[in-house]
């Protein structure tokens, strides 16, 4: 029996090769010239200064948004703070300024309005308190023993200045803080043993163990003490 050959069927199968290949050298041309409009624009957005398209949202008014479920404003504060990190004068070496008792301090940030720290000025504070001494690597500053944020309820202390709730040293390291202003204050080692005997520092939370075995080493060694502090109110 004679076997019969369909050249028909070369033909159909030539064809779909055909179709194949120009669909695929179609894509790929298509998909090339889609890749050169992105680097022009890209390269034009460079150059000209073009700006990305943000769906007419302004990214950085989202930072002022208030967080739902935060009641005491913490997670805002610590959200527009993470913001503001790269500033470039918080970068600069400028030397503590050294007060008459031995007191010094340096400010990274001069706060606004009109009303100051001084006597009989209440304030609030956010604050974290480092023990000088025992610096390490991540902390050269000095490890932390107490901060607002793990150790009060509303991160934030409020105390009268010159009513004695407070370490003298640390009040006259405040001294002309405005509302926003940022300081670090260094208390000598004879100051805070003076205001631990007078119950003037704030003590770590019960739930701080590793801050309350650092208050306690603390006055076996150089007790200096660099209280970081940001003015959140004044009155």
Not at 169 to 184: D, I, Q, T, V
Not at 206 to 224: H, M, V, Y
Request: contains cysteine; glycine residues 8%.
């Amino acid at each position: 029996m004679a076997l019969h050959t369909n050249n028909n069927d070369y033909d159909m199968d030539e064809r779909d090769e055909t179709v194949v290949s120009e669909m695929t050298t179609g894509s790929r041309t298509r998909r090339e010239m889609m890749q050169q409009v992105s680097s022009v624009v890209g390269v034009a957005g460079l150059l000209f200064g073009v700006q990305p398209a943000w769906a007419g949202i302004d990214p950085s008014a989202l930072k002022s948004l208030r967080v739902e479920g935060d009641d005491t404003g913490a997670a805002m504060r610590l959200r527009q703070f993470a913001a503001e990190n790269d500033r470039p004068e918080d970068k600069l070496d400028i030397p503590f300024e050294t007060l008459d008792d031995g007191v010094s301090y340096r400010e990274y940030r001069s706060g606004k309005g009109e009303a100051m720290v001084q006597s009989g000025s209440k304030v609030a504070v956010e604050m974290t308190i480092r023990c000088k001494s025992f610096s390490t690597a991540n902390e050269p500053g000095g490890v932390k023993y107490f901060t607002t944020a793990q150790d009060t309820d509303f991160n934030e202390l409020a105390f009268t200045i010159g009513s004695g709730e407070m370490s003298p040293g640390l009040e006259e390291g405040m001294m002309g803080m405005h509302k926003g202003a940022l300081r670090r204050i260094e208390v000598p080692a004879t100051m805070v043993f003076a205001a631990r005997n007078a119950n003037q520092l704030p003590l770590p939370s019960d739930n701080n163990k590793e801050g309350k075995r650092r208050f306690t080493a603390l006055f076996k060694t150089d007790a200096t003490l660099l209280f970081e502090v940001l003015v959140t109110r004044i009155k």
